[in-house]
């Protein structure tokens, strides 16, 4: 037996030394001599992109960093069932001194969105007070750990009051082959600006794998992906009723055969990919923008991108949860934005922009059987923003009258506290 790591590599170099194993017997060290010698860019020409041998460019991958983007950029590059990467959280990072991407640019359009970030900055203290008052510190916490469960609960609060317009940055980790794929349409997406990222980051992959990234499209393939793009890429149920439907093809007599594993998986555990075969689950929900993003984080299956509007109203909880005072002034605000939104002169697309992200969305999730567990499960702790872990709940309760057979280790406590919000950081160790 022998084992090789070569992680030294380049991404186009990496793949070469894999796609070799296809035609040849020698061993990577081999490889390794060849690459260095002929290097692999008129290999990846050839093989990849001239005769479509797509999986070679699997075998290699690359970390893009976009920073300064609108939250709208953000969901539609991770809009990509094998996305990878990460994002500045709303959840626990300031963003009242974010920049805002502002497509109209008038008077009117730069007022939405500042009063928008104006009720989310001059907030912040008066929630955490009331946050206090309503969670008081135990004698046995932490009082450092609790001042950051305070705030990281604020900004749960308050993020419902940021406009999508407001800029983040994050991470896309992809293999060559998959970062091909996207770019393609994101090039094509309704958004300028989502189309202006598309085409930096494809000219920035240009100049470093050029021989990965010199395709070349047909005008019937052009065509086709304009048409995705501007007729499919958002959705938006017209006739929606009620705000929790679910449905499945999964049989409970199907769970028959395998009852030994569905009945005692212990928690922390995930069912085994093959069950996927016994069908899909369909959820269609209403959940806040905000959290949405949290639900395309799962992306083993189908999770539409919604079109952002005011049509299914601001999510209750954030309301809710500010002083009544706070109460008062967040509901007239909300009025008079709405009124101000629909005076604007645009699309339905770049309205989005001008809407703050606790408005309701429609969403539709379509998962097999393993995913859909896992999904629910994960979303129902008590970790997880209310607004989601409440719909995780509903989604839940659904499964499990369904599909009694089945366990679910879901965590329903009805309490959203939890002073370990305060643990979640990244610190440099000592």
Not at 15 to 34: D, I, W
Not at 211 to 238: C, I, N, V
Not at 319 to 332: G, H, I, M, Q, V
Not at 339 to 347: A, D, Q, V, W
């Amino acid at each position: 037996m022998k084992i090789f790591v070569y992680d030294e590599f380049g991404p186009e170099n990496i793949a070469m030394m894999q796609a070799l194993y296809s035609r040849s017997s020698q061993s990577v060290v081999e490889h390794v001599k060849k690459v260095k010698e002929t290097g692999s860019g008129n290999f990846m020409e050839k093989f990849y992109v001239g005769y479509g041998h797509a999986s070679i460019a699997d075998c290699g991958s690359t970390t893009i960093f976009i920073e300064d983007v609108s939250m709208l950029t953000t969901k539609a590059v991770q809009d990509w069932s094998l996305y990878s990467g990460q994002e500045t959280s709303s959840r626990y990072i300031d963003l009242s001194k974010r920049a805002l991407v502002d497509p109209i640019g008038t008077k009117e359009s730069k007022a939405i969105q500042l009063l928008w970030m104006k009720f989310y900055t001059d907030s912040q203290e008066k929630v955490e007070a009331h946050i206090r008052k309503q969670y008081p510190q135990k004698p046995r916490e932490n009082d450092n750990i609790y001042a950051k469960a305070v705030k990281a609960r604020a900004f749960d609060t308050l993020r419902g009051f940021l406009p999508a317009g407001v800029t983040t940055q994050f991470s896309w980790h992809t293999n060559l082959r998959q970062a091909a794929d996207k770019l393609a349409l994101l090039t094509h997406h309704p958004l300028p600006e989502i189309r202006g990222v598309g085409e930096k980051i494809l000219s920035e992959l240009q100049k470093k794998y050029p021989s990965s990234f010199s395709h070349s499209f047909t005008p019937a393939q052009t065509a086709y992906r304009e048409l995705l793009g501007k007729k499919y890429t958002y959705f938006l149920e017209k006739k929606y009723a009620g705000d929790f439907a679910f449905s499945t093809n999964i049989k409970p007599a199907s769970l028959t055969s395998y009852k030994d594993i569905v009945s005692k998986r212990p928690q922390k555990t995930g069912l085994p990919h093959f069950l996927a075969d016994l069908g899909t689950a369909t959820f269609n929900f209403l959940l806040d923008f905000g959290s949405f993003r949290d639900v395309q984080r799962h992306r083993n299956g189908v999770c539409r991108m919604p079109l952002l509007t005011t049509k299914f109203g601001f999510n209750k909880w954030y309301l809710d949860e500010l002083p009544a005072d706070l109460r008062k002034e967040a509901k007239t605000l909300i009025k008079e934005q709405v009124s101000r939104i629909r005076k604007l002169k645009t699309t339905p697309e770049i309205l989005q922009y001008y809407i703050a992200m606790g408005f309701n969305v429609s969403c539709k999730t379509t998962y097999a059987l393993p995913a859909t567990v896992y999904t629910l499960e994960l979303r129902s702790g008590r970790m997880v923003h209310p607004t989601l872990r409440r719909v995780a709940h509903k989604m839940a309760k659904a499964l499990k009258k369904k599909l009694p057979a089945l366990a679910l280790h879901t965590d329903d406590s009805l309490s959203d506290w939890d002073v370990r919000r305060g643990e979640q950081d990244i610190k440099e160790k000592k």
